[in-house]
């Protein structure tokens, strides 16, 4: 057995173990009736494809079993539904879920694309304006991107370059904001209002960051860190559940219960800081 192949074999029987003690703690349950309950489950997708590096990657297959699970049990909405819930009338939320993709993978429109047609699933896509490519590379071309904007799938700024905006000056913070969503709002002729954070745990974005976005005149923005949205969540720095490639069928549906809220804690800026300054990130 390969060392990534062993990692991944580990990542998965952790989160298996982390669910049944979650659940049968009662964790699950109280954080259910807190948040997953009433509050706004955002999804986050990487690449869609049987390449199963990295480790965000989920198979296509893997991919329409998590569709239909949820077309059963839950009510997908589109980011700007959500928002507009967020601000106006929390109780439409219910059971909602939002789907979302960051860095605009090709494999996103070959693998995820046909799947949420067929299920009528509205979903969000945020790119990085300098990785759009022409057909055929890893990353979405104009052309693919204008195809599925006319069928429900919209697009935000994941920024020009995908830096870590915390590790960038003001000025450069300013320019990957603002350049993202001019040369987006040019290429796609509409008006970008989303924004998804780099990597987007707490030590990726700040205050003054989130100052930036929204005087930019973006409507919100979806961080990374886990967990799901209540009824104060800030628009700003949306929470969002990770789908890995280490998830396995019964963890994905535990994590939409909430059985995994508990590992928002990698999230935090503690945390971070000493994992990179550990791993030597
Ligand atoms: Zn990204």
């Known amino acids: 057995m390969t060392s990534l192949s062993l990692r991944y074999l580990l990542k998965k029987i952790i989160k298996i173990v982390v669910c049944i003690i979650t659940t049968y703690t009662g964790y ?18 990487h690449s869609i494809s049987n390449e199963i590096e990295p480790d965000e990657t989920v198979t296509p297959e893997e991919f ?8 059963e049990n839950y009510k997908v909405i589109s980011l700007g539904e959500a928002i507009e819930y ?27 694309y046909p ?31 204008h195809e599925m904007k006319s069928n429900n799938i919209s697009f935000g700024s994941h920024t020009v370059s995908h830096q870590i905006l915390t590790r960038l000056t003001n000025e450069e913070v300013v320019r990957e904001i603002r350049n993202s969503k001019d040369i987006l709002e040019s290429q796609l002729s509409q008006i970008i209002n989303f924004f998804a954070y780099p990597v ?3 030590a990726d974005f700040d205050d003054a960051i989130m100052e930036i976005v929204k ?67």
């Open 28 to 45: 699950q349950y109280i954080t259910r009736s807190k948040s997953n309950k009433k509050g706004l489950t955002i999804l986050t997708y």
């Open 64 to 71: 329409e079993r998590q569709l239909q699970y949820i077309k």
């Open 86 to 112: 967020l601000q106006t009338d929390f109780g439409k939320i219910s059971g909602s879920i939002v789907i979302t993709f960051d860095d605009g993978y090709g494999d996103n429109y070959y693998n995820a």
């Open 115 to 145: 799947l949420l047609k067929r299920y009528n699933f509205p979903a969000t896509i945020f790119l990085i304006s300098d990785f759009i490519k022409n057909n055929g590379s890893k990353y979405l071309s104009p052309s693919q991107i």
């Open 200 to 202: 987007g745990t707490r």
């Open 215 to 281: 005087a930019r005149k973006y409507t919100c923005a979806c961080s990374n860190i886990y967990g799901m949205n209540g009824e104060n969540a800030d628009i700003f720095a949306l929470k969002r559940i990770g789908i890995e490639t280490t998830d396995s069928f019964f963890v994905f549906k535990k994590k939409l219960e909430g059985a995994l809220n508990i590992m928002s804690f990698k999230d935090t800026r503690f945390f971070q800081k000493l994992k990179r300054i550990f791993f030597k990130l």
